[in-house]
């Protein structure tokens, strides 16, 4: 989704991006809202996002080390300085 698009607004996050490195995608969001989940499937029903999904999907391999259930491999902050 497009930098400051109407759909992240709508699913309570910001400060979205994308990072690529060595066949690695990185990406960074802050959630500001109180129920990602529910958050997460107004996202998913979103037909310009499935338009997208499905171009960039078969370029991503998950992380052999994610939990079950995840398609990206959610990751521990171990530092933060503001």
Do not use: C
Request: glycine letters at 4%.
């Amino acid at each position: 989704m497009a930098r400051g698009s109407r759909q992240d607004k709508r699913v309570q996050y910001s400060n979205y991006s994308i990072f690529f490195k060595d066949d690695i995608l990185f990406s960074y969001f802050e959630y500001h809202g109180d129920d990602m989940t529910a958050d997460w499937a107004k996202m998913s029903a979103h037909s310009k996002t499935q338009e997208w999904w499905a171009i960039m999907k078969p370029m991503q391999d998950p992380l052999p080390t994610r939990k079950e259930g995840e398609w990206w491999a959610g990751m521990e902050e171990v530092f933060h300085l503001d």
